[in-house]
């Protein structure tokens, strides 16, 4: 095991956070969710869970008193983060003792040895949240157990798979509206407001069995303020937000899964899409949700916008180096946009 880091972070007071080589620790502070843990899991190449997961970890330690523990996708000879490293996330053995997961990879191949401490923490019905591309948050034939491969972990976890994209990337904006005899349900406690520039994505295998707390419009441009499309696209909205069922890999134990289809790092600016994810972790946990909790920011959060850096542009991440103290942290300047980024001139600047 390699050495410890240690890392103050001070915000209105001192948040206390100890960070391995592979993963970052932040012990909670006085809150609700004191003794319970959550293991946050980031890793896809598009959307930034490596910066949205280590700002959501710092809400829930620091404002609601949960363990939190951040795993990051690691370059191949483990000397920086690399979100392109399908293989890369190190540190699965956090989920032994955990209370909730909440995922945002997309398409990880992982080992056998990791997969067996996801279908142990399945197999023992703990609770999930998967955000965006968790959905597709694992690719392959291989299986966690004996019943679930890597491809179907979306479909049998979470209640969805990869469909398409039901609004145009990079052109149409997401905004959440709330399920017809919904409003009453905890997870949406003071959650009145969810807009992301990510588009709205297809969702075509929940059943009755799912209950749906929110559907997604899609909104002419990826501007807040931009109207709903009219016609079909919009007649019926898909699912945006659901609580599901699952049956984990033994067959038998079963537990419950949170979605959502948003989750790009920019989508977080809403400060009600970063509610809608406190509220599930405290319904999901068996705490009882507040009317509204606080989830305002611990560190400034300047979030990237998403999209790929692949090919000549993928050697941005050995170009960054990036390590667990980058994010324990205060940031103090948005990273560098990918290549095709649209412009969307709605975010903080430093200084803001």
């Not at 930034?48 to 330690?61: D, F, N, T, V, Y």
């Not at 699965?92 to 995922?103: G, P, R, S, T, Y």
């Not at 609770?127 to 491809?151: L, M, S």
């Not at 993928?314 to 940031?331: H, L, N, S």
């Amino acid at each position: 095991m390699k050495h410890l880091i240690t890392t103050a972070l001070v915000v209105l007071g001192t948040l206390g956070a100890q960070a391995k080589d592979y993963w970052l620790d932040l012990k909670g502070n006085v809150g609700p969710g004191k003794g319970k843990k959550i293991v946050l899991i980031s890793g896809d190449e598009e959307y930034r869970s490596e910066e949205s997961m280590p700002m959501l970890a710092k809400i829930l330690s620091h404002r609601h008193g949960f363990d939190c523990t951040v795993l990051f996708s690691w370059s191949k000879d483990g000397e920086y983060i690399d979100p392109n490293h399908k293989s890369g996330i190190r540190g699965w053995e956090q989920m032994n003792d955990a209370d909730l997961i909440i995922v945002g990879t997309r398409m990880r191949d992982i080992s056998e040895e990791d997969a067996a401490q996801m279908t142990n923490y399945l197999n023992a019905g703990k609770p999930v949240i998967g955000f965006r591309t968790a959905t597709h948050g694992f690719r392959g034939k291989k299986t966690f157990g004996e019943t679930i491969t890597y491809n179907d972990w979306g479909l049998k976890i979470l209640g969805e798979k990869w469909v398409n994209h039901h609004g145009k990337h990079k052109v149409e904006g997401a905004r959440a509206v709330i399920e017809k005899g919904q409003e009453k349900h905890p997870i949406l406690n003071s959650v009145k407001d969810i807009f992301g520039p990510s588009d709205v994505y297809g969702v075509k295998h929940l059943t009755e069995k799912n209950t749906v707390l929110l559907r997604g419009a899609v909104t002419t441009t990826m501007a807040p303020d931009s109207p709903n499309v009219e016609g079909k696209k919009n007649d019926p909205m898909m699912p945006l937000a659901w609580l599901h069922s699952y049956t984990a890999p033994n067959g038998t134990t079963t537990g419950t899964s949170f979605c959502t289809t948003m989750g790009a790092s920019v989508d977080f600016l809403s400060e009600d899409l970063r509610r809608l994810l406190v509220n599930a972790s405290y319904s999901l946990t068996g705490l009882e949700v507040l009317d509204q909790a606080d989830v305002t920011y611990v560190d400034p959060f300047y979030p990237s916008f998403y999209g790929f850096w692949k090919g000549e542009h993928a050697k941005e991440w050995a170009r960054r180096k990036m390590q667990v103290e980058d994010f324990a942290k205060p940031a103090t300047e948005a990273f560098p946009e990918p290549p095709g980024t649209p412009a969307w001139p709605h975010r903080p600047k430093k200084g803001e």
